[in-house]
């Protein structure tokens, strides 16, 4: 699937702020030719490529613009599989303007946002998945966001999305021929087969989505909600874990009206602390509001960390709120807050009301006591680190559309199966199920679908 552009463009592939070195990056059939025209120094025509030169950039008046490093790599061997240059600036502003218009003056076209690895997917360089990796890789900040990035890059889903495809096609195509056969009444495709493949590939989509929570949550953090009664100490926990001042913390119960949020990256993993209103039965209207957003909040978060004042708050009143709040298949930590206004004994007192629930840490978040414990303790339960060594994450949502809608028609074709239905239709579910799983790796593609996923990129990427 190699195409052929006749254009080339040229962009800033650095940060557009002041730094040591700028890079201005040409991709097309008239990289080298065009900038050979505002370079003086060795001929670029005959530079080996992977290899650097030296010399000059100088404007149409012939002043020097700058003096610069120029990278060749000769298609197809490059990036975006043309030929392509790239010229070490210095990082300067001015200097990066006048280069780059310099070079748009002699024919070179500014690259949109994310037309080199635009190119390079058309130019069959990787598939789409993996030049969504490039954004992903791009955006990344923290190690578990750059693993993730970086496992879609080097093939990903892809792979095994490409492997189950082709033997779908495959038996598509025997059930195509019994469409043409159908006179005849003949089996070329084995149904038993046939059913075993789409019950495979259905395990694996269902593998593929669970994992988009876990992509979805290493990409945009964990949601973890901070919620309890008033002056329980949540807005104290919050700044505790942060460790700055961002939640308002004050003895007037009911302060924190609105919900905070703030991201943390523990170990690698971002999570989004929400710092709730306290939960209470209120007839002041705003607080009332503010109770009904805690529980919308709590509903759809991941992790709940039930701050308990454990001074004010008996344990039959904890157990009744948490199973207020609490949604099922929520991770809970109850935090046990004052437990410097507590002896050990009465924790342990305390604590043994809990004792079916995991994680009940007992805390001082107003004197940091076991801040860092509880850090440990959300890393450990947001993510089985086994998960996070598995390299086939749906890493975003159009690869997880695309699954849902193929499964659709995967159930279609085992139902249709099962209840032996007429092969035409087996074979229209079959068909569209091919189709979908080729809009993951790319194999089915529209212009507007590229735009969109481009679109995200950087110009310069
Ligand atoms: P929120 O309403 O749950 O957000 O509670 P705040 O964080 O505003 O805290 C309410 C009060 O409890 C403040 O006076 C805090 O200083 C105090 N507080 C919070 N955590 C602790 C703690 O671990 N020990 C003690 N002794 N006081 C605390």
């Known amino acids: 699937m190699s195409q052929h552009f006749n254009s080339t463009i040229a962009a800033l592939a650095t940060s557009p702020a002041v730094s040591g070195i700028g890079i201005i990056r040409l991709s097309g059939p008239d990289a080298i030719e065009l900038t050979q025209k505002i370079f003086v120094g060795k001929k670029l025509s005959e530079q080996a490529a992977y290899s650097m030169t030296f010399g000059q950039i100088v404007n149409t008046e012939g002043n020097i613009i700058d003096e610069v490093l120029i990278s060749i790599f000769r298609a197809p061997h490059s990036y975006t599989g043309e030929d392509t240059v790239e010229i070490n600036c210095h990082g300067s502003r001015f ?4 280069v780059l218009s310099l070079l748009i003056k002699q024919g070179a076209q500014l690259a949109q946002a994310g037309e080199f690895t635009m190119r390079a997917y058309l130019n069959a360089k990787m598939d789409l998945s993996q030049a969504e990796a490039v954004a992903d890789l791009i955006y990344s900040e923290t190690v578990a966001q750059h693993k993730l990035a970086i496992n879609q890059m080097k093939g990903g889903i892809k792979d095994s999305i490409a492997a189950l495809r082709t033997n779908l096609i495959d038996f598509a195509s025997l059930l195509e021929l019994e469409l043409d056969f159908s006179e005849e009444d003949v089996e070329f495709a084995n149904r038993k087969n046939l059913i075993e493949l ?118 039959e009143e904890l157990w009744k709120d948490i199973h207020e709040v609490a949604s099922v298949d929520q991770k809970i930590i109850i935090l046990a807050n004052k437990m410097d206004l507590f002896t050990v004994f009465d924790y342990t007192q305390y604590a043994n009301q809990f004792i079916l629930l995991d994680h009940i840490i007992p805390c001082s978040a107003k004197n940091k006591m076991n801040i860092e414990f509880l850090k440990n303790k959300l890393f450990e339960i947001a993510i089985d680190e086994q998960s996070m060594q598995d390299t086939e994450v749906a890493i975003n949502a159009r690869h997880r559309d695309c699954l849902n809608r193929a499964m659709i028609e995967l159930n279609e074709v085992h139902q249709g199966l099962h209840s032996q239905l007429e092969t035409d239709l087996i074979a229209q579910s079959l068909r569209r199920s091919i189709y979908e799983l080729g809009g993951v790796t790319g194999e089915v593609s529209s212009e507007e679908l590229l735009g969109n996923i481009f679109g995200r990129f950087c110009i310069g990427k």
Request: aromatic fraction near 4%; glycine fraction near 8%.
């Open 198 to 315: 789409v019950t495979k590939i259905q395990n694996k989509i269902n593998e593929l989505l669970k994992s988009f929570e876990l992509g979805n949550a290493v990409k945009y953090g964990i949601s973890t909600v901070i919620a309890g009664r008033p002056n329980a100490g949540k807005s104290t926990l919050l700044n505790a874990l942060l460790e700055e001042d961002r939640a308002i913390v004050s003895e007037i119960a009911g302060t924190t009206r609105d919900t905070i949020e703030e991201k943390m990256n523990i170990r690698g993993l971002v999570f989004r602390f929400i710092d709730t209103a306290g939960i209470r039965d209120t007839k002041d209207t705003i607080e009332a509001l503010g109770v009904q957003r805690t529980l919308d909040k709590i509903q759809n978060s991941s992790i709940l960390i039930y701050v308990a004042d454990v001074i004010g708050l008996s344990p």
């Open 95 to 98: 200097i990066l303007s006048e």
